[in-house]
């Protein structure tokens, strides 16, 4: 009897606490439909902290924090969220907009260097995972600015990360990148004069110019 009391205790337990988890998601769901970001955290971190592998609710978590202006905490929850569902290239895509953004504002070269260098290779990894996604080209856009940024600050000569090869070799890899879109899209004018502005960066680096 004593058994079969704590068993249906255990059960029941369980499901107030499956119950509770759902209703957290659940409102930081809609919320997050609403686009009521703040809202979306205050409740997708209560049902992440009952439920810390809900892959969707981590999404929804680190999206929420990405368009809050928080991205260390962005990116830990996209980081959760890759370990339970390795192949969702949406998640790398906004870790690595994360990365990127922190490494552009970042005043410390170890730090920018390791945000940019890191958003290089997530949104690598977002486009060998999805190369036929809808938005490819976004991909491709995003990693050229990146490889651009990452270019710049490797050829800035009173840095001590100075390193003429590697920024020389980053910003060719960001003009492959913008020629990518450019033969998606030629139209484009963006692109194309971000791709003239670049090629004028490479030819100053490469005593071309």
Known sequence: MRLTVITSFIIISSIEHAAAQNAYVKMG???????????????????????????????????????SDNLPK???????????????????????LAKYRLGKGSQAPGDKEKHLLGAIVDFTKAINLSPSDTKIASFFQNRAISYREYGLFKLDATSKSYD?????????????????????????????SLFDVTKEKLATATGHH
């Open 29 to 67: 769901q809609q919320a997050y439909i609403d686009g009521n970001f703040k809202a979306a955290i205050k409740q997708l971190e209560k049902g992440c902290l009952i439920d810390s592998t809900n892959a969707n609710a981590l999404w929804m978590l680190g999206y929420s924090y990405y368009h």
């Open 74 to 96: 962005s990116i830990t929850a996209f980081t959760k969220e890759i370990a339970i569902a390795p192949t969702d290239a949406a998640a790398y895509y906004y870790r690595a």
């Open 164 to 192: 003429r090869i590697q920024g020389i070799k980053s910003l060719k890899a960001a003009m492959n990148d913008l020629q990518k879109v450019l033969d998606t899209d030629p139209g484009r004018s963006d692109i194309a």
